[in-house]
C-alpha cells in the first residue's frame, strides 16, 4: 500500500469522565514520528500506533517555570489559552477558562502532568493565563472533521480525527485540538497486513463490500455534495438472527477501519442502549466519521418505546443538527451510521405508513438472505467453511485496526488541497455513472429511490477513491462494481421485481413462455424434443444464486440480445460469469447429462407465473 506524508498533531489521553464530557477541553500536541519501511525516518508515519498517554517523567513543581500560556484563534473564530511544557500541548477555549476554571486548570494539571496542588503553584499559572500574549501561529480546533473555517469550507486543508490527532495538509496551519479526545480512535497492528486478509474474504462479495466502502464514505460525503450530490446523514442496518455474522460485517469489521478500543467489546462502536441524547452527543464525536451502534433491540425495553426511540433517534441524525439546551449553542454534524439489529427497523416502529415511509428514506434495511452463506453471495475462496473465514474475519479486524480511514483522509486531505476541482469533478462522475447503471437517473427517478440510490452511489465512488489514490489495492479487491449494483438490486431498490432488467422482466411474466422450475431438485429429466421446447429454466445454485437459465439458441430467438446488451448485464450484476472473458457459465441440468453452456441471469425473486 502507497504510504503518503501527512503532518499531525496527537491528542492527550484524559481519564474516562473527562473523554465523556460535553464540553471543549485540550488535547497534548504530539507528532507521531515512528519510521516507516521504505520512508526517510525523519518522515512522520500514518501507521504509528496512537501514543494517548503521558509520558513517564511529569513536569516537576520546578519545571513549571518553563510552562508557557498564550492565547490563540480557535477555528470557530473564537479564542483559546494553549499551554505548552517542552514537547507538550493542550488547549482550551476562552469561554470554558471563564466559565470552568478550576475544572480547565485540573485538566491542564492532568493533562501536562504538572503538579498544581501547592497554592503557589497555582497562583503562578493563574498569573501567567492572565499575562498570556497572542500567538497567532497556531490554530486551535474545536470539534472533530474537517476544516470548518469559512474560507476553507470548500477546500479543508486539515481534518481533526476523533483522538485529537489533526491530519493536515502541507499548506495547513500549525493546529492543535481543542476537544476531548476518543479512546476509540486507537491503532493497532498492521494495515497492509490488514487490508490483504480482509481483501481475500470481502473481494466479490456484494453485502460485505457494501459495508465496508458505506464505513468509509463519510470521508467523502462533503465532497460529494459540492459535486452536486445531497446525500444526507442516514443509516445503513443489518438485520438477521444471532448467528448471522452482522455484527462482524459491522461492528468488528466495518469498525476495525476507524480504530478500536481494547477496554470495550464493543470495540470502535457504541450501543443502542443509550439515550437520544447520548447518541446526538455521539454523532458530534463522530462528526465526518462513521457511528456504529449495535443492536436497535436494546434501545428500549418496551416495543412501543423502542420504536419512538428509534424513530426520533433517526430524524434527528437526520437532520444533523444538535438542539440547543439551555442557550447553547447549536452545532452541525455530517455522519453515516451503521447499525445492527434482530429484526428490521420497519417492524420495530409502531406508527403510520406515513411515518414508516418516512424512515424508509433514511434508513436502508439489509435482511440477512436466507441462503446457506447467509450475507455472503458464496462461500469466500480458500475457506472451508463460512465458519471458519469468519473466525479469521475476527482475527484480523481484533489484531489490526485503525488505519485504513486516516490513510483515506490523509490522501483526500492532500488532494483537496492540490487540486481540489479534480477531487469533487472525479466524486461527481463515479456517482452519475453508478446512478445510470441502475436507472436511477436524477432527471427520471423518483425523490425516495435517488435519495436511496445515492447512498449506493457514495459506496462505489469512495471505492474508486481509495483505489485511486492507492489507500486499497484493486487488485487485492477485484471488481466492485458489479457487487455493488447487486447490492442496490437486492436490497436498495423499493419496486422489486423478480429481475431488474425491463426486458428480462417482461419475458419472466409472459406465461406463453415454457419456463420449467428446477430448483427443488436441480435436474430436469426431459426427454429431447421436450428439452429443446424450454425456453428457460429457473435454477437456484446450492446455497447460492437463484438464477434463469438460456442456451444460445433460446436467448437469440426470444430476446435477440447483443454481445453488447450481454456485456451491459454482467457490468450491472444481472449476469453471472464464473469467467472474467466468457458470458456464459456451464451447469448441468438434465440428469444423466452432461454439462452445457448457459446464459444465467440472477434473479432476487421467483416470477408469480
Not at 214 to 233: D, H, Q, S, W
Not at 359 to 381: N, Q, Y
Amino acid at each position: 500500500m502507497k504510504k503518503t506524508s501527512k503532518r499531525y498533531v496527537k491528542g492527550s489521553s484524559r481519564q474516562k469522565s473527562q473523554v465523556r464530557a460535553a464540553t471543549a477541553a485540550g488535547a497534548v500536541s504530539r507528532k507521531r514520528t515512528k519510521p516507516v519501511p521504505g520512508e526517510n525516518r525523519g518522515s512522520p508515519s500514518l501507521s504509528a500506533p496512537p501514543t494517548n498517554s503521558r509520558s513517564d517523567s511529569p513536569v516537576s513543581d520546578d519545571q513549571l517555570h518553563g510552562l508557557v500560556v498564550s492565547r490563540i484563534h480557535t477555528d470557530s473564530e473564537t479564542e483559546a489559552y494553549l499551554f505548552e511544557a517542552g514537547e507538550r500541548k493542550m488547549a482550551i477555549s476562552s469561554e470554558q477558562m471563564l466559565m470552568e476554571r478550576r475544572t480547565a486548570i485540573c485538566r491542564v494539571q492532568e493533562g501536562l502532568g504538572v503538579n498544581l496542588v501547592p497554592s503557589t503553584v497555582r497562583k503562578t499559572l493563574e498569573k501567567r493565563i492572565e499575562e498570556a500574549k497572542s500567538s497567532p501561529g497556531v490554530l486551535a480546533v474545536t470539534k472533530p472533521g474537517f476544516d470548518t473555517r469559512k474560507e476553507f469550507s470548500d477546500r479543508p486543508e486539515y481534518y481533526a480525527y476523533g483522538d485529537g490527532t489533526i491530519i493536515a495538509a502541507e499548506e495547513a496551519p500549525a493546529c492543535v485540538s481543542a476537544f476531548p479526545p476518543s479512546d476509540k480512535f486507537q491503532q493497532r497492528g498492521d494495515a497492509d497486513v490488514f487490508t490483504a486478509e480482509l481483501a481475500k474474504i470481502v473481494s466479490g462479495q456484494a453485502i460485505p463490500l457494501l459495508v465496508l466502502f458505506f464505513g468509509l464514505a463519510p470521508i467523502l460525503l462533503r465532497f460529494c455534495k459540492a459535486a452536486g450530490f445531497m446525500v444526507e446523514n442516514a443509516v445503513l442496518e443489518l438485520t438477521g438472527k444471532t448467528t448471522s455474522n452482522k455484527s462482524t460485517l459491522t461492528v468488528l469489521m466495518a469498525g476495525s477501519l476507524w480504530g478500536g478500543a481494547s477496554r470495550s467489546k464493543l470495540g470502535f462502536a457504541d450501543s443502542w442502549n443509550t439515550t437520544a441524547n447520548r447518541i446526538e452527543e455521539l454523532a458530534l464525536i463522530h462528526n465526518d466519521a462513521l457511528l456504529i451502534l449495535d443492536e436497535a433491540t436494546v434501545a428500549e425495553k418496551s416495543s412501543k418505546d423502542r420504536g419512538a426511540a428509534l424513530l426520533a433517534v433517526i430524524h434527528r441524525i437526520n437532520q444533523g443538527r444538535t438542539r440547543g439546551r439551555m442557550g447553547g449553542d447549536v452545532d452541525d454534524y455530517q455522519v453515516l451510521i451503521l447499525s445492527t439489529s434482530n429484526e428490521p427497523l420497519v417492524s420495530i416502529l409502531n406508527d403510520s405508513a406515513d411515518v414508516v415511509g418516512g424512515a424508509t428514506v433514511r434508513a436502508i434495511t439489509i435482511s440477512c438472505p436466507s441462503r446457506e452463506t447467509g450475507l455472503f453471495d458464496t462461500l469466500p475462496k480458500g475457506f472451508s467453511s463460512l465458519e471458519v473465514a469468519m473466525n479469521a474475519l475476527r482475527l484480523i479486524c481484533s489484531q489490526n485496526y485503525g488505519h485504513v480511514a486516516p490513510r483515506l483522509i490523509q490522501a483526500v486531505v492532500n488532494w483537496s488541497a492540490r487540486d481540489r476541482n479534480a477531487l469533487v469533478d472525479y466524486v461527481r462522475k463515479r456517482m452519475e455513472y453508478f446512478l445510470r447503471t441502475v436507472g436511477a437517473d436524477p432527471a427520471t427517478a423518483t425523490a425516495l429511490e435517488l435519495r436511496r440510490a445515492k447512498i449506493f452511489a457514495l459506496a462505489y465512488a469512495t471505492a474508486r477513491v481509495a483505489f485511486k489514490l492507492n489507500v486499497l489495492e484493486k487488485d487485492q479487491f477485484g471488481d466492485v462494481k458489479a457487487p455493488l449494483v447487486r447490492a442496490w438490486y437486492d436490497h436498495g431498490a423499493l419496486h422489486r421485481t423478480p429481475i431488474d432488467d425491463a426486458e428480462l422482466a417482461a419475458f419472466l411474466s409472459n406465461t406463453s413462455k415454457n419456463i420449467v422450475d428446477i430448483t427443488a431438485t436441480g435436474k430436469t429429466d426431459l426427454n429431447d424434443g421436450a428439452f429443446s421446447e424450454v425456453d428457460a429454466f429457473l435454477y437456484r445454485e446450492r446455497g447460492g444464486d437463484l438464477l434463469m437459465l438460456m442456451d444460445r439458441d433460446s436467448l437469440s430467438h426470444n430476446l435477440g440480445f447483443t454481445k453488447a446488451r450481454l456485456c451491459g448485464l454482467k457490468a450491472r450484476g444481472i449476469l453471472k460469469t464464473n469467467e472474467k472473458d466468457k458470458l456464459t457459465v456451464k451447469i448441468c441440468v438434465r440428469a444423466g447429462g452432461n454439462s452445457q453452456a448457459f446464459y444465467a441471469f440472477r434473479l432476487r425473486d421467483m416470477p408469480g407465473r
